[in-house]
């Protein structure tokens, strides 16, 4: 365990961005960027840790729904993706880019239908979106 | 104004004048342009003898909307003297040799365009203005584009203008996606399977929301940024005013705000045709936040707006999704 753990680390870090920089910058571009950035960072707050659980739950649904449709399971995505340290969620983002392409082009059904919806509603709990309420 | 950036904006000047066919140039400023272009305000003595407050819009690196310069103009010059509420376009650099991307130069009008204090006005001046708003979209509307030497352009002159802008957009969020995205392909092809038919073929403006139209009090002064302009059906930009970032559905309904605009423009949009655009204003949408994302990712850009609007496809994607199963269920209604 090391604290502080990244999410407060990044907590600290917008509040302190916002509170002493942003504070302090005149009108213009500077200040644009700053805004952004301090948006950024409390986006990644609320999702900096969700990322395993959200990709295992979406492989897991895409693979349930396309073995009980009778497709094969899809080989693993040739190329991993960049921006992960870990190797086993690598491994899992990669499976997600192979899934997803997978699921291009099949003919419609209800069951992808409803996969379809699934995979939204997880997708905007994911980025800590709103999600439409027929949806959820 | 340090003594390099007076030199700059002098040499700007004349290169200025140059386009404007010898104008004489005064007052340079730069103002801000928006994301994606840098903006220079002047006041231009012209050859025939006017003096014309202008604004020289030029490209910048990295915009998350594709759009060409020189067409923009073209349907500028088109609307010039037509009634409807456009700035005057007066030169066209579409070389970029005045400042380093292509660039236009338009008639200066009065007013403001912030969408945000627009969207904070009082009930009574944000109702006259959204009316006002419905009358200048329906005057765009009644524009008869196809008169002039815009239906010959190529960009204007398509079999299918509707499935055109549907596969511009796919072929946008192809080029840009980071990932397969199947959700967005699936939308893509409903949107192909299920477009009404146009009531009628119309100039759409393609971007036309609160921060894309000039205000004074109660009245749109001018609509502006025209890049994305092209033949469709109203429905789209109807759809586009009403998407729920900027809508002014506070201010006015938008079965009223139809309404108003059937009034004015002589032909009604039907529901259903809004009710498709407001399913497709979400892909294309969730498509331009693909292109900025990309452009952010690849260096095009240092904008830091652009670098999380990926962000924004799942909100798109699960509004799209949400629509498209009342356009069934009224389907179901409606055979029952």
């Known amino acids: ?136 | 104004m340090n003594a390099a950036t007076a030199s700059e904006d002098a040499a700007l000047g004349a290169r200025i004048a140059v386009l404007m066919s010898g104008a004489t140039i005064t007052g340079l400023t730069r103002v801000f342009g928006g994301n994606a272009r840098r903006a220079f305000a002047f006041t231009a003595a012209l050859p025939d003898g006017r003096a014309c407050d202008c604004i020289m819009l030029c490209q910048a690196g990295g915009s998350h909307v594709e759009s060409d310069t020189a067409d923009e103009f073209a349907v500028l010059h088109a609307l010039n003297g037509s009634g409807v509420r456009a700035p005057e376009a007066l030169a066209l650099d579409a070389g970029g040799t005045v400042a380093g991307g292509p660039g236009i130069v338009l008639a200066r009008i009065g007013g403001e365009a912030n969408a945000v204090r627009f969207l904070k006005l009082d009930a009574g001046t944000g109702r006259a203005l959204t009316l006002d708003l419905a009358d200048a979209t329906a005057d765009l509307h009644r524009f008869d584009w196809q008169a002039g030497a815009l239906a010959r352009h190529p960009r204007w002159s398509v079999a299918d203008p509707v499935a055109a802008q549907i596969e511009a957009w796919r072929a946008r969020y192809i080029e840009h996606r980071a990932e397969p995205l199947p959700l967005m392909a699936w939308l893509f092809d409903w949107l192909r399977a299920n477009a009404p038919r146009p009531v009628r073929t119309v100039m759409v403006h393609g971007d036309l929301r609160p921060g894309n139209f000039l205000y004074d009090g109660a009245a749109v002064t001018a609509i502006l940024d025209w890049e994305m302009a092209h033949p469709g059906d109203p429905a789209e930009d109807i759809a586009w005013i009403y998407r729920a970032m900027w809508s002014p559905e506070r201010f006015v309904p938008l079965a009223e705000f139809c309404e108003r605009h059937a009034a004015r423009a002589g032909f009604r949009v039907p529901p259903r045709s809004v009710a498709f655009y407001r399913i497709f204003t979400e892909v294309k949408f969730a498509t331009i936040s693909l292109a900025a994302s990309h452009a952010f990712a690849a260096g095009k850009t240092a904008n830091l707006r652009h670098a999380d609007r990926a962000a924004k496809v799942p909100g798109c994607v699960a509004q799209a999704l949400d629509w498209i199963g009342q356009w069934e269920r009224e389907i179901v209604d409606a055979a029952a």
């Open chain 1, 1 to 136: 365990m090391q604290r502080p753990s990244t999410g407060e680390l990044l907590a600290g870090l917008g509040r302190a961005l916002e509170t002493e920089v942003l504070a302090a910058l005149p009108d213009g571009t500077a200040r644009r960027q700053l805004k952004a950035a301090v948006h950024l960072i409390s986006r990644l707050e609320r999702i900096w840790d969700l990322t395993p659980a959200h990709l295992a739950a979406d492989n897991a649904d895409i693979e349930a729904t396309l073995a009980a449709l009778g497709y094969q399971d899809p080989v693993a995505a040739t190329a991993a993706p960049r921006g992960y340290n870990d190797p086993a969620l690598r491994a899992l983002a990669a499976r997600n880019l192979a899934l997803q392409e997978a699921l291009l082009d099949l003919p419609d059904g209800a069951e992808l239908q409803a996969l379809r919806r699934r995979m939204a509603a997880r997708d905007c709990a994911f980025v800590g979106d709103r999600v439409p309420e027929h949806s959820a």
